[in-house]
């Protein structure tokens, strides 16, 4: 069940690099959350080098962003550290997050079916209402695009 225009940030919590657990109206609104498939493949890769190189921009406009994946956090934090990424960086250990947001969902390559994370982004307003979602994303030009909508809050 995917989240629509309106719904409320899901109260689920998240395992940070670092092992601590945060839920995510810990973040605080406006936020945006986008869901990836893994760390160090090369779409994940640039959608997390882009939301870095945004993050000035989004911290100017006042919204928070926050990457999310089922990697594990020692995985995190190696690949943050070798992209020198800024975007802060979560992991869904038990699929609650996925669930919450629908983005875990069945996924095709080469004709094999198996289930995924959708890349997927969420936009939620100062009142923590979702304000616009982004789903099957493409990675060239999506950062922009939020940050462009985040702006306009």
């Known amino acids: 069940m995917a989240l629509g225009e309106g719904d409320a940030i899901p109260a689920v919590k998240v395992t940070m690099p670092d092992g601590t657990e945060r839920s995510l109206a810990d973040f605080g609104a406006p936020l ?13 890769t640039n959608e997390a080098k882009d939301f870095s190189a945004a993050m000035a921009d989004f911290e100017a406009a006042g919204v928070g962003v926050l990457g999310i994946s089922k990697d594990p956090p020692a995985k995190h934090q190696k690949f943050a550290a070798k992209y020198e990424l800024t975007v802060p960086l979560a992991t869904d250990a038990d699929d609650s997050v996925c669930e919450a947001f629908g983005t875990w969902t069945e996924k095709s390559m080469y004709g094999k079916k198996y289930m995924g994370i959708e890349r997927a982004t969420f936009l939620f ?4 209402k979702l304000v616009r979602a ?20």
């Open 134 to 153: 982004w789903h099957k994303v493409k990675v060239p030009g999506h950062v922009a695009e939020v940050l462009e909508a985040a702006k306009a809050l």
């Open 125 to 128: 307003g100062k009142d923590g």
């Open 32 to 44: 945006v959350v986008y869901f990836y498939p893994k760390d160090d493949t090369t779409g994940c």
